[in-house]
Every structure is written in structure tokens, then in C-alpha cells.
């Protein structure tokens, strides 16, 4: 079973960048679909990116699409999400998740396993 450690969060102002990172131990990280979600207070787990097994196929939420990459490191066993151009609206908890499905999978119930998640907070 693979565990997951987010890292990377903080305060940023409105246009700047952010790099999380997601440590997987436990088990090896390109057997999964790697995905980021957010949630922000007051509402529901959102799907943000996802990246295939091979890091070939990704896939982005509309509201990050050109501003947000998905990236791993297979041999680190880690997946990056860069953050560009942030928003106060990205604020949120990010948590990164891994799954046995394809990369289209953009549902929390697809991901049977999560970190404990980090928070990325943008100022105006």
C-alpha cells in the first residue's frame, strides 16, 4: 500500500508560482495514476491534474488548464505540481492522490489513496 506525503504549500500573492511536491513510500509511485485535487473550505473535493503511469497522458481541470503542470519523477517516486499565474480563487488544501485507473479518472472515489494535504493560500 502506498503512502503519500504532500509538501510545498504557503502564502503566496496573486500571480505568483508555487511547486508541490508528493513523496510516495510504500510502493512504487508509476504503478499508479497520480492525481492532484483541492479543496477549498466550504465545498467539495475538486479534481485538478492527473498524469498516466508512463507520464505521458495528463489531464487538467478547465480552471488550471495552461497554468497548472502535472510532473513526475518515477525513479523518485515523486509527482510535482507547478503552480503559474496563481489566484486568490486557487486557494485551497491541495492533496495528492494515487489510483489504479487511467489518467482520465476525475473522481475522488477513483483514488483509494490520498495524502494528508497541503495548504496553498493566494492573496489578492
Known amino acids: 500500500q502506498v503512502q503519500l506525503v504532500e509538501s510545498g504549500g504557503g502564502l503566496v500573492q496573486a500571480g505568483g508560482s508555487l511547486r508541490l511536491s508528493c513523496a510516495a513510500s510504500?510502493?512504487?509511485?508509476?504503478?499508479?495514476?497520480m492525481g492532484w485535487f483541492r479543496q477549498a473550505p466550504g465545498k467539495g473535493r475538486e479534481f485538478v491534474a492527473a498524469r498516466s503511469r508512463s507520464g505521458v497522458t495528463t489531464y487538467y481541470a478547465d480552471s488550471v488548464k495552461d497554468r497548472f503542470t502535472i510532473s513526475r519523477d518515477n525513479a523518485k517516486n515523486t509527482v510535482y505540481l507547478q503552480m503559474n499565474s496563481l489566484k486568490p480563487e486557487d486557494t485551497a488544501v491541495y492533496y495528492c492522490?494515487?489510483?489504479?485507473?487511467?489518467?482520465?479518472?476525475?473522481?475522488?472515489?477513483?483514488?483509494?489513496?490520498w495524502g494528508q494535504g497541503t495548504q496553498v493560500t493566494v492573496s489578492s
Open positions: 492522490a494515487a489510483s489504479f485507473r487511467g489518467p482520465n479518472s476525475k473522481l475522488p472515489q477513483d483514488y483509494p489513496y
Open positions: 510504500g510502493g512504487t509511485s508509476s504503478s499508479y495514476t
